[in-house]
């Protein structure tokens, strides 16, 4: 396992900055507001040949333990106890403040090996900071500009010795643990939807540990942050990559320049996502903006389960659910059958439905469907409704093949494609997920004319 080196420090003095820097992506929101990132992320880092895991965290501040800073204090403690290493920054042009100093007697105490971090010290502006960070007590303190790169090389030079130590004692400890190696690549799932839905909840349910940070306050989630997890399903395990996701409010409420920064984060994790649940609230189901995050997932192409939390607040549960798949068929006719499960992240009843709807989407959207078969299909489907005529000719639709999966995806040779009426198109479309037991995800079909043999080669 790659090496964990933890990034600390009080609000705004550059961490994620860093982050994104060793992780050689903008993957942590950056801004000048303080308090920015308030779960912690891990990113595969590189500094010259070096490779390391290397943690983001919120800023430490003092607050009671029920307060937001509070429990967001508990992420940065929970990534100091399973960091190797901690790279403690300091603002240099504010120079060392009490909070620094509070700070770093509590790294003292973690036992932890700390390198102190002189950041935003490109200039003369951070001269003084940098020598004033001595008086922490941390050892020498490297000067670096997160921003601008300066001090990658001493802070190379810091970082090679202790790498280089830390992965002979793994080398060691691997000698007598059986190796474990699956081909399969993560299931990529976003849990998406409004503010305050409880997605990070959700998250935590489902892998057992309290993870990421959650409380009854609405847009908590800034970032979208990446869990690894094992679901344990029927016939096999299942690598799994849960992607938390800030809440989405509607275009015109979105203000701030922070909060388009974290829906533009949200949005990005939808499209590296391969399944993406929608959580709504049960007593709130499918608002306008819960139709316009799922109709965005649907086009991008990825699978969608519907979550329905807060279930434990219903009580008449037959009527809701029917009412639910009322809604779902009328308001989401685009992919109908989607699975809808009830739950509730709080308590953790119906939690265990979840992962195999999510599975069961995901092999519909790798379904692939044999061409003869198509064909077949597409022969009786077009002899029980034949393509309209327009303007007194006949569109024929000869040919048809899947083109590739993920969606699925389908290329028919039809005469007169661009006159097709929408309606035809989309009969085809419910035709072939009847017909072949693909619901819950995109079907895209494209009309292709059919190229012309008798065209002379103008080349």
């Not at 971090?117 to 900071?129: D, I, R």
């Not at 489902?206 to 990446?226: K, M, N, Q, V, W």
């Amino acid at each position: 396992m790659p090496v964990k080196i933890a990034l600390v420090g009080r609000p705004n003095v550059g961490k994620s900055t860093l982050f994104n820097r060793l992780v050689g992506k903008r993957l942590a929101l950056v801004d000048d507001t303080p308090g920015v990132t308030r779960d912690r992320r891990e990113g595969e880092a590189t500094l010259g040949d070096l490779s390391f895991t290397v943690i983001d965290t919120p800023g430490l501040e003092e607050a009671p333990e029920a307060a937001l800073e509070g429990r967001m204090r508990k992420q940065t403690d929970a990534a100091v106890a399973e960091a190797a290493l901690c790279l403690f920054l300091i603002d240099a042009r504010a120079g060392v403040t009490a909070l620094d100093t509070t700070f770093a007697s509590l790294l003292r105490e973690s036992g932890k090996p700390v390198v102190i971090l002189a950041n935003k010290a490109e200039g003369s502006a951070g001269e003084a900071g940098f020598y004033d960070a001595y008086s922490l007590g941390l050892g020498e303190p490297i000067a670096i500009s997160a921003e601008h790169g300066e001090g990658m090389g001493e802070l190379y030079t810091v970082l090679e010795p202790f790498l280089a130590e830390a992965e002979e004692d793994d080398l060691e400890a691997d000698d007598e643990e059986v190796a474990w190696d699956n081909p399969l690549k993560p299931l990529r799932v976003a849990i998406i939807g409004r503010p305050n839905a409880g997605k990070s909840t959700l998250v935590n349910r489902l892998i057992g540990e309290e993870r990421l940070l959650t409380g009854p306050e609405a847009g908590i989630t800034r970032d979208s942050i990446s869990v690894e997890w094992t679901w344990r399903g029927k016939d096999r395990d299942w690598p799994v990559k849960l992607f938390d996701t800030a809440g989405m409010r509607r275009k015109s409420r979105v203000q701030s320049k922070l909060e388009k920064l974290s829906v533009a984060d949200a949005l990005r994790a939808i499209k590296f996502s391969e399944v993406t649940v929608l959580l709504l609230d049960a007593e709130h189901p499918f608002d306008k903006q819960d139709l316009q995050i799922a109709d965005l997932a649907l086009r991008e192409g990825r699978a969608l389960v519907i979550g329905v939390n807060k279930w434990d607040l219903i009580e008449d549960k037959d009527a809701k659910v029917r009412e639910l798949r009322e809604m779902a068929a009328r308001l989401l006719p685009q992919a109908p059958g989607l699975p809808i499960v009830t739950l509730s992240a709080l308590t953790g009843g119906g939690i265990r439905r979840l992962m195999p709807a999510v599975v069961q989407v995901y092999i519909d959207w790798n379904a692939r469907v044999k061409t003869p078969e198509l064909n077949e299909w597409l022969h009786e489907a077009v002899g029980r409704h034949a393509p309209p005529a327009v303007s007194g000719q006949r569109i024929k639709i000869r040919y048809i093949a899947q083109t590739k999966t993920r969606p699925p995806t389908f290329v028919a040779q039809c005469t007169r494609a661009e006159d097709l009426p929408a309606a035809y198109k989309r009969y085809l479309i419910n035709g072939i997920r009847e017909a072949f037991d693909i619901k819950a995800v995109p079907v895209r079909l494209i009309l292709k004319k059919p190229d012309n043999p008798y065209a002379k080669d103008k080349s």
